[in-house]
Every structure is written in C-alpha cells, then in structure tokens.
C-alpha cells in the first residue's frame, strides 16, 4: 500500500497510468469534489461513475450499456454503499486474473483498523480517509 491520507494532509496523483479512471461512490457530493480535484490538476481521462460495486462490476464486464473504452487503470472505490459494498467489490475484483492489477485507491469515511487490514489485505493502492479534497486540503500530482 502506498500510504495512508487523513483529511487536511497533502494527495498526490500518480499520473502513471493511461487509462481511464472509475470512481465507484454513492455520495454526489463526494463524486464532484473529486470530478474538480481532478480538473484543477488538468487531468483529463475518463472518468466513469458507478454508484455501488454491482454497478461498478457490470461496467466493468461490459454489461452496462456504458462503454469504457479506454479500460479504466486506476479505481476510487468508497467503502460503505449500498447493494454491494467496497470490500465485496474489491474481493471479487482481486479474485479475476484480468483485472486484479489494477490499482485501487479506498475512500472511505472509516479510520477502524479492521476495515483498513481488510483492504491492505486486498492489494490496495491507498486508503483515504474522507472528506477528501476540501479547500483546506492541497492537492497535486506527481
């Protein structure tokens, strides 16, 4: 895991993956202050939303009537949702020889030590404690 953010403290954005990115979150609000994070840093990939993992799953495998072309490198999944939470989603995801390299980056509101084994566990990437992005909060890109 690449590291552990709480709020106030400073995000940076790999830019090493071509792909689009899928941001898996239930919280509209939560969706737009990323969508402008994003475009204060002049990144501009896709950026696919699904609102649970089950949503999130049937983009993936192309049951959605939503095409992702390019194929998404990097996911933000929220933790806590509803139909198919993020550590459901996240098994299921690091259980498929096709897609268990991609890098998963969890939002979540939680800072209990069980959800944050679970998901080191599980391959991830980062784990970020919301709220994320606010105004007091820097971001940048490396």
């Known amino acids: 895991m690449h590291g552990l953010f709480l709020p106030g403290q400073k995000i940076k954005i790999s ?7 899928l941001l898996i979150e239930d919280d509209y609000i939560d969706i737009m202050d990323l ?18 993992g089950r949503e999130a799953l049937d983009k993936l495998y192309g049951r959605s009537a939503e095409k992702m072309d ?3 490198s990097v996911i933000y999944l929220d933790l806590n949702m509803p139909k198919m939470n993020g550590f459901e989603f996240l098994k299921i995801l690091r259980n498929d020889p096709k897609m268990k390299d991609i ?3 969890v ?3 939680s800072d209990e030590a069980i ?3 679970e998901v080191e566990k599980l391959g991830i990437s980062g784990y970020i404690i919301k709220p994320f ?4 909060m820097e ?4």
């Open 15 to 21: 830019m090493e993956h071509d792909g689009a990115i």
């Open 70 to 72: 390019p194929f998404p």
């Open 107 to 109: 939002l979540t509101t």
């Open 35 to 52: 969508q402008r994070a994003f475009k204060k840093l002049n990144i501009n990939r896709p950026m696919y939303i699904a609102h649970n």
């Open 103 to 105: 890098k998963v980056y």
């Open 115 to 117: 959800d944050k084994a």
């Open 139 to 142: 971001i940048s890109k490396w």
């Open 133 to 136: 992005f606010k105004s007091a």
